[in-house]
C-alpha cells in the first residue's frame, strides 16, 4: 500500500474507480480482505473475483499509486467535509439492508445519534401551493418530535421539508444528485449551508460531480433505504418520487402517502399510491401514533425502543411545568398557560405521542 494512504483513503481510492460500484467493492472486500489490501493484490488475485474485468484491474491496480483518492480527500477536507463509510457509528442501519448500499458518502455537516430516528420526504418539483404548504406542516411537526428529515435538496417539496424542519430547529439531512463541489440546484445553495449547522449533506459522488439524469436514480434508493418510513407528499403518474416511493416499498419501507384532489395531475402519483397499499395520511399524528406503537413494539430491531429526548418546544415544556404539581385539567392549563385553546391541545398532544403526558377522563391530564 503506498505510503501514508489509510484505510478510509484506500476505500475511498476503489470508490473512484470507474465502473467499479459497490457490490462488486464488497466483492473484493469479502474475497481478500481490507481495501488496503485489494489495493495491493496482484492481477491474478483481482481477475479471481466475478466481474473483475482486465479495464477494473488496471483501474484498481491504478488507483493505489494514482493519488487522486488522496487529492479528493484534501479537497473534501478543505471545505470541511469527511466521509462517511460504512464502518462509522452513524452510517444508518436501515441503509446496511439495500443490496447495492454506498460504501461510503461524502458529507458536509454533523451527524448524531438522534439521526437513527429519521422519515424521508419526498415528491415533485413542480408542486403546488397544496404541496408546499402540507410538506411545511408535516415536516415541522415530524421534525418537533424528534424525527429527522431526510430529502434530496430538490426544487419543491424536497426545499419545503428541508425549509421546515430546519424552521423547528429540528435535524435534516439532504442526499444529493451531484458532488458536493456541484451543489444543485444553485438557488438552494444558502439552504444547503443552513442544513449543514442541523444536519448533513451527502453524496455519493466525487467532489465535482455535476448532475445529470443518471445520477438521481442513485441519489433517490439512499433517500429511500436511509430511514424506514417515507413520506410521499404530491407527485404527478411520472414523478421521480414515485421511483423513491417504489424503491421504499421493494425494500420493505412503510410508505406513507398525503391524498390529493383526484382533477389534478399533481396528485395523480399519490392517490395512484394509496390505490397501491400506501397508508394515507391526513396529519402528521397519523405517522407519529404508528411511530409509536411500532417503537414499543420494536424489541431489537433497527427503530430502537422509544422515540429521541429532544429538547422541548416552549409551549410543551410550559404545560410539563403547570403539570408538575399534579393533575391539571384541560380549562386550567389554557388559563394558566397563557397558550391559545389551539396551541394547548396541539401541545397536550405531542406531548402524549412523547409519553410525556397522559389524558384522563373528563379532560383532565397528568405527567407519565
Not at 489495493?39 to 466481474?51: F, H, V, W
Not at 418539483?125 to 415530524?142: A, V
Not at 445520477?215 to 414515485?242: C, H, Q
Amino acid at each position: 500500500m503506498p505510503v501514508g494512504m489509510n484505510e478510509d483513503i484506500a476505500l475511498l481510492a476503489l470508490h473512484l474507480v470507474p465502473n467499479l460500484g459497490p457490490v462488486k467493492i464488497r466483492r473484493l472486500l469479502a474475497e481478500i480482505g481490507p481495501a488496503e489490501s485489494v489495493l495491493n493484490a496482484t492481477s491474478a488475485q483481482l481477475r479471481r473475483i466475478n466481474g473483475i474485468s482486465t479495464e477494473l484491474d488496471i483501474g484498481i491496480r491504478s488507483a493505489a499509486t494514482d493519488g487522486v483518492a488522496q487529492r479528493e480527500m484534501d479537497r473534501l477536507e478543505s471545505h470541511g467535509g469527511w466521509l462517511l463509510t460504512e464502518n462509522h457509528p452513524f452510517y444508518p442501519k436501515p441503509l446496511h439492508q439495500l443490496h447495492n448500499a454506498p460504501v461510503l458518502l461524502e458529507a458536509l455537516g454533523t451527524l448524531t445519534e438522534a439521526d437513527r430516528h429519521a422519515i424521508s420526504i419526498v415528491g415533485s418539483r413542480h408542486c403546488s401551493f397544496y404541496g408546499m404548504e402540507t410538506t411545511k406542516h408535516f415536516s415541522f411537526r415530524l421534525a418537533s418530535a424528534g424525527l429527522t428529515i431526510v430529502s434530496g435538496l430538490a426544487r419543491g417539496i424536497d426545499t419545503a421539508a428541508h425549509q421546515a424542519a430546519l424552521a423547528a430547529k429540528g435535524r435534516t439531512i439532504a442526499v444529493i444528485g451531484s458532488g458536493i463541489g456541484q451543489l444543485y440546484p444553485r438557488e438552494n445553495q444558502a439552504l444547503a449551508q443552513r442544513i449543514t449547522k442541523q444536519g448533513a449533506i451527502l453524496s455519493e459522488f466525487p467532489f465535482d460531480s455535476p448532475p445529470n439524469p443518471q445520477t438521481f436514480p442513485y441519489r433517490n434508493r439512499i433517500v429511500a433505504g436511509w430511514s424506514m418510513d417515507l413520506l410521499v407528499v404530491e407527485a404527478g403518474e411520472k414523478s421521480g418520487a414515485l421511483i423513491t416511493a417504489n424503491l421504499a416499498t421493494d425494500q420493505g419501507r412503510q410508505v406513507y402517502a398525503i391524498p390529493g384532489p383526484i382533477d389534478r395531475e399533481s396528485s395523480a402519483g399519490t392517490n395512484r399510491l394509496i390505490q397501491q397499499g400506501a397508508k394515507l395520511v391526513t396529519c402528521a399524528e397519523d405517522i407519529l401514533e404508528e411511530l409509536q406503537e411500532l417503537f414499543r413494539h420494536a424489541g431489537n430491531g433497527s427503530r430502537g425502543d422509544s422515540l429521541p429526548a429532544l429538547p422541548l418546544p416552549p409551549e410543551e415544556t410550559i404545560l410539563l411545568e403547570a403539570l408538575a404539581t399534579g393533575e391539571r385539567s384541560l380549562e386550567e392549563l389554557i388559563s394558566n398557560s397563557g397558550l391559545s385553546p389551539a396551541q394547548t391541545i396541539a401541545s397536550l398532544l405531542s406531548l402524549e405521542l412523547k409519553q410525556r403526558v397522559r389524558p384522563m377522563p373528563g379532560q383532565w391530564f397528568a405527567r407519565t
